[in-house]
């Protein structure tokens, strides 16, 4: 059991990081194709629909430093904690990539047409965002609790 709990503390360590970084991919790649969408549909204004699709790839950023402040030596004393609290951040990185692309990607749409709404149709995408941002303080709190290995 206690080989078990080592292995779930090190998937929780290098789980955060994969998920989060598999909900930037999703989220980046719903909104790319959707800027593509609104490149061959208006005239000019490409810059802010390339740039703004990449909104999504601060997930795996959120990962990588929830990674490295997990990373410890792993005990049947800390598994546990490390592998909940990486696989759940992980969890919900990976949801809010994944609809952040699809929040960036409903403002191209309504914005190609009244690019005068661009700004505030991104509300949404930052909603988003501010969640990620949660589960980030939340992680990086919460690891400051497991105990270290002796």
């Given amino acids: 059991m206690e080989s078990l709990i080592i292995l779930l503390g090190w998937v929780g360590i290098f789980g955060v990081m994969a998920l989060g970084s598999i909900g930037s991919i999703i989220g980046c ?4 194709q959707a800027a593509i969408g609104a ?3 208006v005239d000019s204004g490409y810059g802010k629909y ?9 997930e795996i950023i959120f990962g990588i430093v929830i990674m490295f402040t997990l ?8 598994g546990g ?5 990486g696989s759940l951040a992980g969890i919900g990185l990976l949801s809010c990539g ?4 699809r929040c960036v990607a409903s403002c191209f749409a309504a914005s190609k047409d009244k690019p005068e709404i661009f700004g505030l149709s991104l509300a949404p995408a930052a909603i988003v965002e501010g969640y990620a941002v949660f589960v980030f303080v939340f992680a990086l709190v919460l690891a400051g609790s497991i105990p270290k290995a002796a």
């Fill in 98 to 101: 994944i609809w952040q692309g």
């Fill in 29 to 32: 790649g719903i909104a790319g």
């Fill in 81 to 85: 904690a490390i592998f909940a609290i």
């Fill in 71 to 78: 990373n410890q030596t792993v005990t049947a004393a800390n």
């Fill in 39 to 41: 490149l061959a549909e």
């Fill in 50 to 58: 390339i740039g703004v699709s990449a909104m999504p790839s601060t």
